[in-house]
């Protein structure tokens, strides 16, 4: 099924430790996303790709990279993790800035820095 | 940066109630999205509405993007238990991205 896969679904980390987070789209969208979740905060946005080369920093990007490696896949890299990223991390795509369908959203990972 | 209020930040209703929920924001928007996001997964988008006081329905779903760009509403008619979830209100600034309101939760009772 077309749409926005990510990997892994569920993660745990230790302090200090690093990771990163998979996307990828099938749908030839132009833009990217990442976002996290946590209760009573709605959706934040960390970072994204307007199109294929260039990244650009949201609301809460600190501690966060992200490469587009290519049209298809837009990753995000946890250099040194803390408790406070611990949350519910959200890829999405669109065709592209311009939303006349929106975005779609990936299940979303999972992740506990212990 | 801009925010979005989203109340009530929860909802617990009887099936077959309507249901009504609401989004403000400071600042004006291009572009009002409705989410819904089942658990465990990711939000889904409902209904987008691109001009000032356009009304929209999805089904038992109707939306209304504010005349003033700076708000806009959701409502839910004859609630079933299926309508369970997290219900995101999202605007579009200027530059093009999406903020997303807190959410509103949503419980029904069989």
């Known amino acids: 099924n077309a749409g926005v896969t990510q990997t892994p679904k569920f993660q745990v980390l230790k302090t200090g430790q690093s990771m990163t987070l998979q996307c990828a789209q099938d749908m030839n969208h132009n833009s990217m996303y990442w976002y996290r979740q946590d209760p009573g905060m709605g959706l934040r946005l960390i970072y994204y790709?307007?199109?294929?080369?260039?990244?650009d920093k949201g609301e809460v990007p600190n501690g966060y990279n992200v490469s587009r490696l290519n049209k298809r896949e837009f990753s995000l890299r946890l250099e040194s993790a803390a408790p406070s990223q611990t949350s519910v991390y959200f890829c999405?795509?669109?065709?592209?800035?311009?939303?006349?369908?929106?975005?779609?959203f990936g299940s979303g990972t999972r992740l506990t820095v212990v | 940066g801009q925010q979005l209020n989203q109340s009530p930040q929860s909802m617990f209703i009887q099936e077959g109630e309507d249901v009504s929920m609401n989004c403000t924001s400071s600042s004006i928007f291009n572009t009002w999205l409705w989410y819904k996001q089942d658990p465990g997964e990711g939000p889904v988008l409902l209904i987008a509405?691109?001009?000032?006081?356009e009304l929209t329905s999805n089904g038992r779903l109707t939306a209304q993007f504010g005349i003033t760009r700076k708000d806009s509403f959701l409502n839910i008619s004859a609630s079933i238990p299926s309508d369970v979830g997290i219900y995101f209100c999202?605007?579009?600034?200027?530059?093009?991205?999406?903020?997303f309101g807190q959410g509103t939760t949503l419980q029904v009772k069989p």
């Open positions: 509405l691109y001009k000032a006081g």
């Open positions: 999202a605007g579009q600034e200027g530059t093009g991205k999406l903020i």
């Open positions: 790709s307007a199109s294929e080369g260039t990244t």
């Open positions: 999405a795509s669109s065709e592209a800035l311009s939303l006349r369908y929106g975005y779609t």
